[in-house]
């Protein structure tokens, strides 16, 4: 964490995870535990028909409501699918883009990324790009490659102001919902070497203004130790942001003064 030039940001991910009334229950628990002054900013990133129960239930609590994936277009024929206006029009502050999970089960590329960035950017939110290596690209040593040319994808033709807004999660996709966290100095040096990315890409002021989470099976036990890295200003986190306690140890790892 470096609060001093950016935020650090704690958040849940829920993936395809609770109803609308478990969403309201784990406000409820949440909120009597939850820490009153904040260092850091929380999120809790929902399923779309969660939305508007979420942002009744954590009203009045400081936390900011995301979604999981939006559709780049404004509107059309374009059955099923949910635009950046209709999430800002709600009140969701940010969009979750370029998952792991959406890449593999839905056919996201680098391409529709970059859409989904300028869209969510231009409807006045928050993009939380996501980017991450496999095992087998870890272990033929092409990750710092590989999330170079993620992150110039979903940036192409963002101006600076506007690459400011972004937050980059770093999720390294052998370390999701497996128990395996990458370990302090590994997410620290591919948040590093992302924030190197964008320095050549935007300059120094610019990179040191974006916030890049760390992701992958991130709890209570090993998010002190990843929030004290100096380039991991945060986590997105799946699994322990299901349960109000692991949810809040994580915010308090990273809500040191
Ligand atoms: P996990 O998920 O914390 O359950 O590993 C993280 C994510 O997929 O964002």
Same mark, same amino acid.
């Given at each position: 964490m470096n609060r001093r030039y950016r935020k650090t940001i704690i958040a849940g991910n829920w993936k395809m995870n609770k109803t609308a009334t478990e969403t309201k229950k784990f406000a409820e628990e949440l909120k009597v535990i939850l820490?009153? /002054?904040?260092w850091c900013d929380v999120v809790v990133c929902v399923p779309f028909v969660n939305i508007p129960a979420a942002l009744r239930a954590f009203k009045d609590m400081r936390v900011a409501i995301g979604a999981e994936n939006v559709f780049y277009?404004?509107?059309? /024929?374009?059955?099923?699918e949910v635009s950046a206006d209709m999430l800002k029009d709600l009140g969701v502050k940010y969009v979750i883009i370029g998952h792991s999970e959406r890449r593999q089960y839905?056919?996201?590329t680098d391409v529709i990324v970059n859409k989904k960035v300028q869209a969510v950017l231009e409807a006045g939110m928050h993009p939380i790009i996501c980017v991450g290596e496999s095992l087998e690209q870890r272990e033929m040593g092409v990750t710092m490659d590989l999330i170079t040319l993620q992150i110039k994808s979903a940036l192409a033709g963002i101006p600076a102001e506007k690459v400011r807004k972004c937050v980059i999660a770093y999720e390294p996709i052998w370390a999701i919902g497996t128990g395996k966290t990458a370990t302090a100095e590994q997410a620290n040096e591919v948040c590093n070497g992302i924030r190197t990315t964008i320095r050549h890409l935007y300059g120094a002021r610019v990179a040191r203004s974006v916030t890049i989470q760390y992701g992958g099976s991130m709890n209570p036990k090993n998010a002190e130790e990843l929030l004290a890295?100096?380039?991991?200003?945060g986590g997105l986190i799946?699994?322990?942001?299901?349960k109000p306690d692991q949810f809040v140890e994580i915010i308090n790892a990273a809500n040191q003064e």
């Open positions: 820490p009153k /002054a904040k277009e404004k509107s059309g /024929a374009y059955t099923g839905f056919g996201e890295q100096p380039d991991v200003d799946g699994g322990a942001a299901l």
